[in-house]
């Protein structure tokens, strides 16, 4: 597998925030990444970095204006609010009848949480220009040579910096009903490896069911064909399954997503919706067949909604924003069948794109990136519709995937009282900005109240276990040869970058920065 490539760009401070309105309050660090994989991304976003893009950015949190906490909601345990479900009816209603109040919703700005690098250019600004040929490392050998060259050096590295804890992946999405004060991150607490299969009974199998429940399915399934979703163009049908088992038999229990999305509809429904996934990045064919329609749609988006001049919502900027990716394209024998990534979410109408909601499916999650839509729609709540949506696919995959059963919201603001609707999906935690640990929202909040900036875990003896521990193995690429720091740090001539390559690998945590490619020019 290759390895990521990144070139750190160091920090930004003192530009724009759309959140609070000030004019140089917003810091943050940032990285172009050439390629990078979904396990490195994963390890990134838990220690509260967020992409655009290709530029990777962190919020430096102790100094930016306005905090963002990284916001995760625990999809398998999540239960729909009234004004959750009142939503999902809303688009029901219009399905089947055809006749909702076309009075404009107040939507929730599920996309806004990217509003401080949209709304600046300063990633654009800070795009490569190296070579593809410079960032192509030589032959492994000559990779192991320089490696040999700083063990002979007399330098010696410890092997096991981070601690090896195997996690029971079925475990790991069980316990999420029973709040604790802290749980470390996946990051902090797991060996990074493509995500195995989980241990005891075989979860990619279905489960064990009622006869009654068998019966029910059947019937169903002959009427999901009006509410349909896929992904590059097959039916999930193992999917659309699991959300009918999920559909609830007893009256007297809460209906969740499922009873919503998967509600029989009569035969002479008004519309039909379909949500297909398709990829891209790499792009699939079915994305390069529908890009023209899918930039129509951003434009007028931008155009209407944040109010962009006709010239701005260019091919190039919807392209890099909202298509280029720096993951790669990855599949496992346990993980979900549409492989590991980065997507567009398309929804039909009628045999029109309506909405897109841009996601990266990782080994541990779905992350929300962005979502645009037709403006003719905003009364059906899109922005909450689609969440709720993006909620109900990362428990069709965790299915396949047990380790998959997180929904990333990206940042939760509670500065900016419009961001805070974020924690209405529950239950949902934060992630604390010292040792990277999760803690439930409920224990953040009176936190917040009081500052706007406040560290969650409230062991003050934890420390962030994947903190830089040794600078010289952080890895390197110059000059198209793979090394550690230390072997570089010797052949570089000129002023000493080593403050820089510091700041980089602090941030990343050491675990990432072994495995990353930091390019030196």
């Not at 430096?60 to 999540?78: K, S, W």
């Amino acid at each position: 597998m290759p390895a990521a490539v990144v070139e750190y760009k160091g920090w930004k401070e003192g530009y724009g925030c759309g959140y609070c309105g000030a004019a140089r309050g917003k810091v943050s660090a940032g990285m172009w990444a050439h390629s990078m994989t979904v396990q490195d991304y994963q390890d990134l976003i838990d220690r509260g970095w967020r992409r655009s893009g290709k530029y990777v950015y962190k919020p430096i949190m102790n100094q930016t204006c306005c905090p963002q906490y990284t916001i995760r909601c625990r999809a398998l345990h999540f239960q729909a609010s009234k004004s959750h479900k009142k939503v999902l009816k809303k688009m029901l209603k219009f399905i089947t009848k055809g006749d909702v109040s076309k009075v404009a919703s107040e939507e929730e700005p599920m996309d806004s949480h990217i509003e401080d690098v949209a709304t600046c250019d300063f990633p654009y600004k800070s795009e490569s220009q190296v070579s593809q040929s410079e960032l192509t490392p030589l032959a492994v050998d000559q990779a192991e040579k320089v490696e040999n060259e700083d063990k002979d050096s007399g330098e010696t590295k410890e092997e096991g910096n981070v601690p090896k804890v195997e996690s029971d992946s079925v475990q790991i999405c069980a316990d999420k009903d029973t709040p604790v004060p802290a749980e470390p991150s996946h990051s902090a607490k797991a060996v990074h490896a493509p995500p195995k299969p989980g241990k005891g009974a075989d979860l990619s199998k279905p489960l064990c069911r009622k006869a009654k429940d068998i019966r029910k399915e059947r019937k169903l399934q002959k009427l999901l064909q009006n509410q349909t979703g896929t992904v590059e163009g097959s039916q999930l049908q193992g999917d659309q399954a699991f959300l009918l088992q999920n559909s609830k038999s007893k009256t007297n229990q809460p209906k969740n997503i499922e009873d919503f999305v998967c509600v029989p509809l009569p035969d002479d429904a008004r519309h039909k919706l379909e949500v297909r996934v398709v990829r891209s990045s790499p792009p699939s064919s079915q994305f390069k067949a529908t890009f023209q329609e899918s930039y129509q749609v951003y434009k007028r988006y931008q155009m209407v909604i944040h109010k962009d001049p006709p010239d701005k919502p260019t091919i190039n900027q919807f392209t890099r924003f909202l298509c280029d990716s720096p993951l790669e394209a990855e599949h496992a024998p346990n993980g979900p069948e549409c492989g590991y990534g980065s997507f567009h979410q398309q929804y039909w109408l009628d045999g029109k794109i309506i909405a897109v909601g841009v996601i990266d499916i990782l080994p541990y999650c779905v992350s929300s990136v962005y979502l645009y839509y037709d403006p003719d729609f905003s009364f059906l709540s899109l922005g909450v519709y689609s969440a709720l949506r993006e909620i109900a696919f990362t428990r069709q995959l965790c299915v396949k995937a047990p380790d998959l059963c997180f929904y990333y919201m990206g940042f939760y603001i509670h500065s900016c009282p419009k961001m805070r609707y974020k924690g209405q999906y529950k239950p949902s935690d934060l992630l604390c900005p010292e040792t990277y640990v999760w803690t439930p929202i409920e224990q953040c909040l009176p936190l917040l109240e009081r500052s706007k900036y406040s560290r969650f875990n409230q062991d003050g003896k934890a420390v962030d276990e994947g903190r830089l521990k040794e600078l010289g193995r952080v890895r390197v690429l110059h000059k198209r040869t793979v090394m550690p720091y230390s072997v570089y740090k010797k052949r570089r001539k000129g002023p000493s970058d080593e403050a820089n390559v510091q700041q980089y690998a602090s941030l990343v945590g050491q675990t990432c920065s072994e495995r990353m490619l930091l390019f030196r020019s």
